[in-house]
């Protein structure tokens, strides 16, 4: 039988296939916005809501993506297709250099050391250390998606794309959430001590949503950078960091559903209120704070290891 979360991932799925047959060429880019920034957040839940690091660089993760794509395809002229995998690989290798030797952190001190990375990765792209990224400018002409002699070109392709890449990580949610990986880090989520008194191998499991995590977003930056055909250094900063880690807290960690909410309220309302320029801003910050407030485990929490009702029966 489908539980709730799992008919509710599917109702949206439904909608979302639909949806660019009733709106225009400007909501269908916000529109394939939020499904890339559904897929960086839910990559970036593995890390934060599953695994419970505080971690908010993960911008980084997705600008490497991005940035792959872009490199190898503007300045070695690979097809798009041939930089994909890459795009996935470069993310996860950098996660494991930069985050092994500091995975020992906890709390505060651990999110200090992710911004610095992301702000270090930002001076790298806009300094063009390796004379690859273009520098503050970025990289432009990013070729499209080829495939049989066809090209991939159109708005309505670039979101089916964004469409397919949400979909296969909600698979890779679920399946992690069934999995010894999945239990093991939210077990260290709850509490760090008595998993590892358990046995769990607390350090290798926050290691592992690490470079997963980064994968998945690597895989997102790729398909940004093509749905843009550019990238410049602006668009994976530290605000972007943050944002991506307020929308897990406001929807809800390790909660699928609370994720898109919050992905929907960060960047989809913002844009349907664009009118307001800057008003809109404050709006939308003290709606977060109110949200803190109201709902401390976000709008839609996670429910997980609740005791079975059988076991309430009689119980008065």
């Known amino acids: 039988m489908m539980n709730k979360t799992s008919l509710i991932a599917l109702v949206l799925l439904v909608f979302m296939g639909f949806f660019p047959l009733f ?3 400007a909501w269908l ?3 394939t916005t939020f499904l890339v920034f559904a897929v960086v957040a839910l990559s970036q839940d593995i890390i934060l809501g599953r695994a419970g690091v505080f971690h908010m660089g993960h911008a980084m993760f997705f600008g490497l ?3 792959t794509t872009a490199i190898l395809n503007v300045n ?3 097809p798009i297709l041939a930089t994909w995998v890459p795009a996935v690989l470069v993310p996860m290798v950098v996660a494991f250099i930069m985050v092994a030797p500091i995975i020992h952190l ?3 001190y651990l999110l200090v050391a992710t911004i610095g990375f992301n702000i270090i990765f930002i001076q790298v792209l806009e300094n063009d250390v390796f004379g690859l990224t273009g520098g503050p400018n970025g990289l432009f002409g990013i070729d499209v998606v080829r495939l049989f002699g066809y090209d991939f070109s159109s708005q309505t392709h670039m979101y089916y794309m964004a469409f397919i890449l949400l979909g296969l990580t909600l698979l890779i949610m679920r399946n992690l959430d069934k999995s010894k990986f999945g239990r093991a880090m939210f077990y260290i989520h709850k509490d760090e001590i008595a998993a590892q008194s358990m046995g769990i191998n607390v350090r290798y499991f926050k290691l ?7 994968g998945i977003a690597g895989a997102a930056g790729s398909m940004f950078s093509v749905q843009y055909s550019a990238v410049s250094p602006e668009a994976f900063n530290v605000t972007q960091s943050i944002m991506f880690f307020t929308i897990v807290l406001v929807g809800g960690s390790a909660s699928l ?3 898109l909410i919050g992905t929907f309220i960060m960047f989809v309302l913002p844009e349907m209120f664009r009118e307001f320029e800057t008003a809109r801003y404050l709006v939308f910050g003290i709606a977060m704070i109110l949200t803190m407030i109201l709902r401390p485990r976000g709008i839609w929490p996670v429910r ?7 076991l309430k029966k009689g119980v008065k």
């Open 23 to 25: 709106v225009d060429s």
């Open 29 to 31: 880019a916000v529109g």
């Open 65 to 67: 993506g991005a940035y």
């Open 76 to 78: 070695f002229g690979l």
């Open 106 to 108: 906890r709390g505060d």
């Open 208 to 214: 592992y949503a690490f470079i997963l995590g980064a």
């Open 257 to 259: 559903p609370g994720v």
């Open 304 to 310: 997980f290891g609740n005791i079975p009702d059988f």
